[in-house]
């Protein structure tokens, strides 16, 4: 017989949150926590979404997307998780840039960038303190018409160099590009600025298992191989949410799968304002990724030199599509040391490259042809490491490739988007509670949201108003 995963489960909850990418377990914990009826149901067998790893043979376990966040995950993990989470955050103390423009090492925040631009690139220094405080003055209410390169332009026309350091580790965090508005970019950049990149000791695996165990303390009945594939509303409210061929009602809905699906696709358009099926459909997508993993043979060492993240190009000049480009120029290589997982019996080196990537590059090509590109990209991908770590190569045990086909195989993001939305999905998903009551969404949009701390930081604000809804309807039927 199938195995029931959803032995057990009640028919209705207070709220079920639809995914367990970051935001959706935030929320989830936030809500469990309150003491609210929580059910999280997840498609994939593992909980995380893009915040995932993978295991091969010879002892290696490969991150997807744990490469670099701001110093503000210390703070939302102590809040909404805990302790034994928050204090396994560490700063990465390495990080390398090097492109036909320039070659440097820096820690990553506004004291060394300001060394930087006044030294190596010669600004005045009163410039550099006005770019960053003006970035830092940046909030969401603030105008939303001024794009990032106009930003760029105000402060350093004509230094293409200059706006490649500052925009090429954003661009690769979080998929902006020069055309989005420049409050997505200061937004993003001084919370990195504010005290480097910092990363989770121990690795995903060990973040989401104490995440769980979280979890489960506060009472989050927890669901894997369960997808959503409908919710219902009734009378303007949501309902129930359709999983296995199970009804299970619920007071409110917090969806943590992509934006666009959860709207079009589980509410359905009959549903809801034309206006704001218009606005949904037309909220873009962010780019998607290609990655290589490649772990080095037992007994085999990267010097710790080679640093802990190295953004390399081979491009001429910064331009946003040569960063989506099949013809790869640009890689951002993630170094992990054995340090990266303290607990482990068996020392690993692990490297993964990423190299933002576009869904049309991948999607169409015939199975041979998908499977040679992933060849050829595993390949060039080597290629390039060799030049910066000489006869890496054969030091190499297995190495493979994740496209965008990946992405959106384990996650269901439309396109294999690996930051949700562009900055126009933050208006839709905040506005879904007025179209439908008690329906939310938490999750990747609008770059700010996005990446791990701005997933988790999502989920908080959207848990506090469910947690205020369902406050206050029981004390209105109390
Ligand atoms: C290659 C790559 C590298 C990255 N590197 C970094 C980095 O270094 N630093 C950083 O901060 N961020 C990074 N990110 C981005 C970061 O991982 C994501 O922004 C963040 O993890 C997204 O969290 P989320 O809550 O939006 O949900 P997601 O992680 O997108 O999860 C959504 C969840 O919903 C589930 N789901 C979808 N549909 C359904 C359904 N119908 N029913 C049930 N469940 C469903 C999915 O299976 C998934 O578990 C990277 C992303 C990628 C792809």
């Not at 390398?96 to 010669?122: A, I, K, Y």
Request: charged share 25%; aromatic share 10%.
């Amino acid at each position: 017989m199938p195995r029931d995963f959803l032995k057990g489960a009640k028919d209705e909850y207070d709220v079920v949150v639809i995914g367990s990418g970051l935001a959706g377990m935030t929320s989830a914990n936030i809500l469990g926590r309150a003491g609210h009826r929580v059910l999280l149901l997840e498609q994939h067998y593992k909980l995380g979404g893009l915040a995932t790893w993978f295991l091969r043979p010879g002892g290696h376990t490969f991150d997807i997307s744990l490469h670099g966040f701001p110093h503000g995950m210390i703070k939302s993990c102590r809040r909404y998780w805990n302790r034994d989470i928050s204090d396994r955050i560490v700063q990465l103390k390495n990080i390398r840039f090097d492109n036909p423009q320039f070659s440097l090492t820096t820690t990553f925040n506004r004291e060394d960038f300001t060394r930087l631009l006044t030294t190596d690139f010669g600004l005045a220094p009163q410039t550099v303190s006005d770019f960053f405080d003006t970035a830092r003055g940046m909030n969401f209410y603030d105008d939303q018409t001024t794009t990032t390169r106009q930003l760029f332009d105000r402060f350093f026309p004509g230094r293409d160099d200059v706006v490649r350091l500052l925009m090429e580790p954003i661009t690769y965090a979080n998929g902006s590009t020069l055309e989005d508005p420049a409050i997505t970019y200061g937004i993003v950049f001084s919370n990195f600025m504010s005290k480097g990149v910092f990363i989770y000791e121990g690795g995903t695996d060990d973040l989401i298992a104490r995440m769980k165990k979280e979890l489960e303390a506060n009472g989050v009945d927890i669901r894997i191989n369960c997808g959503v594939d409908k919710i219902d509303v009734e009378n303007g409210r949501v309902a129930a949410v359709h999983t296995r061929g199970r009804r299970i009602g619920c007071r409110a809905v917090v969806s943590n799968a992509n934006l666009r699906t959860t709207i079009l696709k589980m509410i359905g358009t009959e549903k809801l304002d034309r206006s704001f099926v218009e606005e949904t459909e037309a909220v873009r997508l962010n780019n998607s990724s290609t990655q290589v993993y490649m772990a080095l043979k037992e007994g085999e060492e990267i010097d710790e030199s080679s640093g802990d993240l190295f953004f390399t190009s081979t491009s001429k000049e910064f331009r946003t599509d040569r960063l989506l480009s099949r013809d790869i120029t640009s890689r951002t290589f993630s170094f992990y040391y054995p340090r990266a997982r303290p607990d482990k019996k068996k020392e690993r080196y692990a490297i993964v490259s990423s190299t933002n990537a576009n869904w049309s590059d991948w999607a169409d090509l015939s199975e041979e042809d998908y499977k040679a590109s992933k060849a050829d990209l595993v390949e060039t991908t080597i290629d390039a490491l060799d030049n910066y770590l000489p006869g890496v190569r054969d030091k190499i045990d297995l190495a493979e490739a994740a496209t965008p086909m990946t992405f959106n195989h384990y996650t269901q993001h439309e396109m294999g988007a690996s930051f949700g939305t562009k900055f126009e999905g933050l208006a839709v998903s905040r506005a879904l509670p007025q179209q439908v009551g008690g329906m939310y969404h938490a999750g990747s949009v609008g770059i700010i949201m996005s990446g791990w701390l701005g997933a988790i930081n999502y989920g908080v604000i959207v848990s506090n108003e469910v947690d205020g809804q369902l406050t206050s309807e029981s004390s209105h039927v109390g």
